[in-house]
């Protein structure tokens, strides 16, 4: 059973520029999470989708954006990039049911490098 | 809201000793604790959960982790450190339903295991 990928691994942009990145979840799989990760602020929640819609979101500025295709793919999409949002985006994928332990399996993550 | 907090950024521990982790967490409800572990340039792996069945929990690796309401602790152990163990080491919480589902993580702990 194939993992949750990530693309690209790395990347490198300038600030001003905007950058897309992409997931691909476990088969059968229905809610993707994303999560930012920098020495600084740790792992923090960036948003959840579920069957193609937005189910919560951590407190980021609205230059960050997700979507959800049909197959459960995801991308998330920062805008305007800052210097800042250099960190590890990490994916994560998970059954979605509505309540109990959905156990996230994550990906190794895009490194995304803003200069 | 919930919170973690792991008492230690940087823990370092003989080949063959005993491994201990601390996590303590903050929750208006019952939750669910998770451990996750991560090694350089990877995403995150689950050792193990608690979700409320029994309060030692066993997991990969030879680690477990026991879940005690009255201190609101969930520590990791493992009896003996392995160099392969060497890694940094995520207590996360979640709660069973509604928007507080995603992981809220600890600030983490680098585990260092000396020969």
């Known amino acids: 059973k194939a993992g949750v990928t990530q693309t690209p691994r790395y990347l490198i942009k300038t600030r001003g520029q905007q950058v897309t990145l992409s997931c691909s979840p476990i088969s059968g799989h229905r809610s993707v999470s994303w999560y930012q990760q920098t020495p600084g602020q740790g792992l923090q929640f960036l948003f959840e989708y579920f069957s193609e819609t937005q189910r919560n979101k951590g407190n980021f500025p609205g230059r960050f954006s997700g979507r959800q295709f049909s197959n459960s793919r995801s991308e998330m999409n920062v805008s305007t990039l800052e210097l800042g949002d250099s960190a590890l985006y990490l994916c994560?994928?998970?059954?979605?049911?509505?309540?109990?332990?959905?156990?996230?399996?994550f990906g190794a993550g895009s490194r995304l490098t803003v200069l | 809201a919930q919170s973690v907090t792991q008492l230690g950024s940087h823990v370092s521990v003989s080949e063959g000793a005993l491994v201990l982790l601390r996590c303590n967490y903050s929750?208006?409800?019952?939750?669910?604790l998770f451990w996750y572990v991560q090694y350089p340039n990877q995403g995150l792996q689950l050792l193990l959960k608690?979700?409320?069945?029994?309060?030692l929990v066993k997991g990969i690796n030879g680690f477990e982790a026991e879940f005690k309401k009255s201190e609101t602790s969930f520590h990791l152990t493992k009896p003996s450190a392995h160099m392969s163990d060497a890694a940094e080491y995520f207590c996360a919480v979640s709660l069973p339903s509604g928007s507080a589902r995603q992981l809220t993580f600890g600030s983490g702990t680098q585990l260092t295991v000396l020969p």
């Open positions: 994560a994928s998970s059954p979605g049911h509505p309540s109990g332990a959905n156990v996230l399996t």
């Open positions: 929750s208006s409800v019952p939750p669910y």
């Open positions: 608690y979700t409320s069945a029994a309060t």
